[in-house]
């Protein structure tokens, strides 16, 4: 099996509770994860894959997702009135709310997913918890068995997404020169 993640910029966003019942629920991992090693330091969230006996070297880093734990205040739906706001010198009722811990899958491939040994297989799973998440997108150009995916994850759920090739790495040297940095007025030397 082969697999590489180009590119993949995440803003998820969904309760630690939600990250922590995915996994106790005992997720279809792919075949090269044995299992999941999860790590909470201060306000950081560690999810690494444990590597299937003998896919990895035991010394290798395996790929992991980091996330920022953060408190938010949740408030509940504002009570509906028959009369409208309070009148002058009356309380205004108090919003039932909670403080929740949010985890936030947030940044660019080296942020949110890190280390290379099976980094296309936590790929995989950072799309599930992507599914699971209320708020938050993640989009990431990929290849799978020499095709390259596109995909695009809005609000937990798949979008349409494509990959578009729109100038190939020697287009620019042989249609348009760029800046000549030796010869520019601009700069004084």
């Not at 390259?148 to 994850?153: G, H, N, R, V």
């Not at 100038?167 to 800046?179: F, K, L, M, R, W």
């Amino acid at each position: 099996m082969s697999g590489r993640v180009y590119h993949l910029h995440s803003t998820l966003e969904l309760p630690l509770e939600d990250v922590f019942e995915y996994f106790e629920d005992d997720p279809r991992l792919p075949g090269e994860i044995e299992d999941i090693d999860i790590t909470r330091r201060n306000n950081t969230l560690i999810v690494r894959a444990v590597a299937t006996e003998g896919t990895v070297s035991k010394y290798t880093p395996t790929a992991q997702l980091k996330a920022s734990v953060t408190e938010v205040r949740v408030y509940e739906e504002e009570p509906h009135r028959a009369g409208g706001p309070p009148a002058w010198g009356e309380e205004e009722e108090e919003i039932p709310s909670e403080l929740v811990e949010f985890a936030a899958f947030k940044g660019d491939r080296e942020t949110v997913l890190q280390n290379t040994a099976l980094q296309y297989q936590m790929y995989e799973v950072l799309c599930d918890i992507a599914r699971l998440a209320e708020k938050g997108t993640l989009t990431a150009i990929t290849e799978y068995d020499g095709e390259l995916e596109a995909t695009k994850i809005v609000d937990g759920e798949d979008r349409p997404a494509s990959v578009e090739v729109v100038e190939g790495p020697n287009a620019a040297q042989n249609d348009q020169p760029g800046v000549n940095w030796r010869d520019n007025k601009f700069i004084s030397g």
